[in-house]
């Protein structure tokens, strides 16, 4: 599980980086978790994980639409970074800003993070560089490091613009 889903369980420290996850073991173990407990949506999200671990989008994406409509903040932020930045999907830019602005309001940290360089790069809708800044704002006073980093570039810039690097359509690093 990753710590920042709000869903998680209390004293696990999960892992952060989606990429360190061992899909080998990973997959068989959340897809008998998800039969075991089929409206669990802490499990669906996790699924979801291991499927990007194992690099099987389109399974990733079918288990966090079950985490979302379960309830799930955090399958809604992995949904909405998998609608947005995966090379190898369909994208959806209205549907994956409509996404990671709803996990961003929940207060999941990433997700704010993430909504903000949406809003920066006029993903799904034309930029909104003073929202966005609100939004790394949010994020980095909730202690995420990424938005820290990306806010400091904006104050360092000083016109409210990212730099490209950052604008840039990417994966977010945990989803990675």
Excluded at 59 to 69: F, G, Q, S
Excluded at 82 to 111: H, V
Excluded at 131 to 139: C, H, P, T
Aim: some cysteine.
């Amino acid at each position: 599980m990753s710590p920042f889903d709000l869903d998680r369980i209390a004293g696990v420290s999960g892992v952060r980086e989606t990429f360190k996850i061992d899909p080998a073991v990973a997959v068989h173990a959340c897809e008998e978790a998800t039969r075991s407990a089929p409206s669990d949506r802490l499990e669906w999200a996790n699924l979801a994980r291991s499927y990007r671990a194992a690099r099987n989008d389109i399974a990733a994406v079918a288990a966090y639409r079950k985490a979302t409509e379960l309830g799930s903040v955090f399958g809604a932020y992995g949904l909405g970074v998998t609608l947005r930045a995966n090379p190898a999907m369909q994208r959806d830019p209205s549907e994956a800003r409509r996404l990671l602005e709803g996990a961003a309001r929940a207060g999941l940290p990433p997700a704010m993070s993430e909504y903000a360089t949406v809003l920066a790069s006029g993903v799904g809708a034309p930029v909104d560089a003073t929202q966005a800044r609100s939004w790394y704002e949010k994020a980095a006073a909730a202690d995420f490091t990424p938005a820290m980093n990306t806010l400091a570039f904006y104050l360092l810039n000083g016109s409210g613009k990212l730099p490209v690097i950052f604008a840039s359509e990417r994966a977010s690093s945990f989803e990675r």
